[in-house]
């Protein structure tokens, strides 16, 4: 390669370094200008687009609330009087049964025998009465009086001639007609009538301790037949309430003692709730004032009904009083054991300051809300009261009027810019 070409050579390479150095000075100041642009955007404050609502004021119906369950304002489990083996169910798992429906039978073929035996024991003791009745001279129904007695009756008379022959001989014996001897035998004579009558009186009581005996034993046959047709009528079980059947456990051919439970029925029309309120609020509530029940099945539904029982305590731990209320469930809507919100009214409304339900933010137990002034959100921490509809009482952070906003409200902070 001679001189020339060498040259040619240098000076295709100096301008390709040039050009080089040119594109990268080129492309290195447009990466400058463009992360220059953006740290520009960076410090440019951000904008918020909010909806607003103004706070207003509204008089609100006042109620204290609190939670319970619900149960059956009546519920029984329904056993048998006497042992034996069932032969009929009549009732199954959520059946209405009204008062005195049959809900089980059992065998009552031994029952019925002993009936018959019994019956005809207290034939022979009443048959038993009356022969004793009867030697006594005594007519069923009859007062006893021992002088009734034929024998007590001859002994009597057979006495009172003796001492009428007595008191002549007494007459007789001062004149001289009869000697002292006749009036001897003749008081002799009494006495020994006399104690002939006080027998015949002993034999007519004791006879009459007979008939007592007698009465008993029939009065105790009388009732072994009672008691039998009491075991007859035993057999059959009936429901003590109205109500549904919510336990079944009585099966046909098992037998059953009077431990057995057989059938649990609950009455579900009304419904009781008991619910504890703090000590504070005692004043406030009484009989008969109205409450509102809500429960999660019927979120968009609220029950009516009644204070009916208040605890005359104050639970010392806690500090609450124990209230009963009763709803009205004549749909059978609600059931037993399920949770529910009681809300008691109150009889006077008061005036609060009431906000969308959505403008207010909650975390960790802090409430806060963004007021809306001159185009910037300011954060107020609030107390929210009661909840009524779509809106919220706000108990204090925020006055009447002031603008809130409802829209992005996660979005901002203290300060920020917005825009409506």
Known sequence: MNFRQ????????????????????????????????????????????????????????RFIEATGSLVADEQTDVASNIAGRVVAVGVDLGDYVGRGATLVRLDDADARLRLTQLQAQAEGARSAVRQTEARIGLRPGQAFDPTRVPEVGAARATLDLAEKNLRRYEQLIESGDVSRAAYDQQRAQRDQLREQYEAQLAAARQNYAGVQTARAAAEGAEAQVAQARKAITDAVIYA?????????????????TTSSKLVTLVRTN?????IDIPEQFISLVAPGQAVSVNTSAYADRNFAGRVARISPNVAANSRTLTIEAEVENGQNLLKPGQFATVRIAQPKPEPAILVPARAVRTDVNVSRVFVIKDGRALERVVQPGQPEGELIEIKSGLADGELVATGNVEALSDGALVRQ
């Open 6 to 61: 060498q040259l040619k050579l240098s000076v295709f390479a100096l301008v390709l370094i040039a050009l080089c150095l040119s594109v990268a000075c080129n492309g290195s100041n447009a990466a400058s200008q463009k992360e220059a642009a953006a740290q520009q955007q960076a410090q440019q404050p951000q904008i918020i687009d909010v909806t607003t609502a103004a706070a207003i004021t509204r008089e609100l119906p």
């Open 270 to 274: 009304p419904l009781r709730v008991r």
């Open 240 to 256: 003590p309430i109205s109500g549904y059947v919510a336990e079944r456990t009585a099966d046909v051919g098992e037998y059953v």
